[in-house]
């Protein structure tokens, strides 16, 4: 920088090395317009990959709590991942629309997890490209006769379905093959089992990475609630908002590498992260 900075200085230098005191007023005019000139042209010579938010502080926004554990899972990797590219990272929980809102318009750096088509629908975000995990939509019910295949599976049906709010893949596929009579929205994964087991609803969806943990609960391990179907799989990841578009590849990059490392894994296993694929022994186990 200091090389370009004297380059900027030698292209704007017309007066050469004068000397006296008569041509001082001379001098101090053009090396003020200099430095003037030098500031406006700045930003054309700096990298602009070193400078992704202000004051290296990036905050990404979520409807994921830090208390959960797929919010303790993605505080640790996010922290360590912009720690690594000298960065201070921010965690912030909102509603999923007003998420949304403000990456779409700028006023968060990004959002941090969303499916892998999340961008199709907000263009002014782009996809970092390495996944955190990999997960699914898993249809639940008290009825084990129940058997579903993907969103396709649903379509002719008659069963009252419940999902929780601002779950993108769900918003966007069940209106699709479920009558809207018959589809219900709720705020929190626990209300959504409460009414299948209070025969209010025939099934919930939910995200797999949110909904084997709740299974796994003291309040519902042993409810007789039962997984009955895969609708879909997704990968999640990290979306920035485009201003920060020379970031994206940069932590892509340094996740690979974490995963590489086994340090994503660890943090997997220290927030006590389930998955269905993992954990199906565990459940017919718990049946028999």
Known sequence: MIAEAGILFDLFEPFGNTQGTSHLRKIRRPRIWQYLLFLMLLPLFTDCSKVFAADNQITLVTLKSQENPEGIFLNLVYT??????????????YPSK??????????????????YSYNETHPNVIRVEEPHWQSGFLAVA???????D????????????TYKRGIKGCENNLPNVVRPENLERVETNAQGLKKLLSGWTDLFIA?????????????FRHSGLQIVGVMEKFTSHAFLHKK????????????????????VEGYWNAAQLM????NKQDWMDDED
């Open 275 to 278: 998955t269905y694929s993992k």
């Open 142 to 148: 008290t009825d084990p006769f129940i058997k579903l």
């Open 207 to 219: 995200s797999e990475i949110d909904i084997v943990s709740d299974l796994q609960s003291d309040e």
């Open 244 to 263: 920060h578009k020379e970031l994206a590849p940069k932590l892509a990059a340094v996740l690979k590498r974490m995963k590489q490392e086994g340090l």
């Open 98 to 115: 007003r998420a949304s809102m403000m990456s779409d318009l700028g006023k968060a750096d990004g959002e941090l997890s969303r499916i």
């Open 150 to 161: 993907g969103w396709a599976s649903l379509a002719k049906t008659a069963y009252k379905v």
């Open 80 to 93: 360590e991942a912009f720690k690594r590219l000298g960065m201070t990272f921010n965690y912030e929980q």
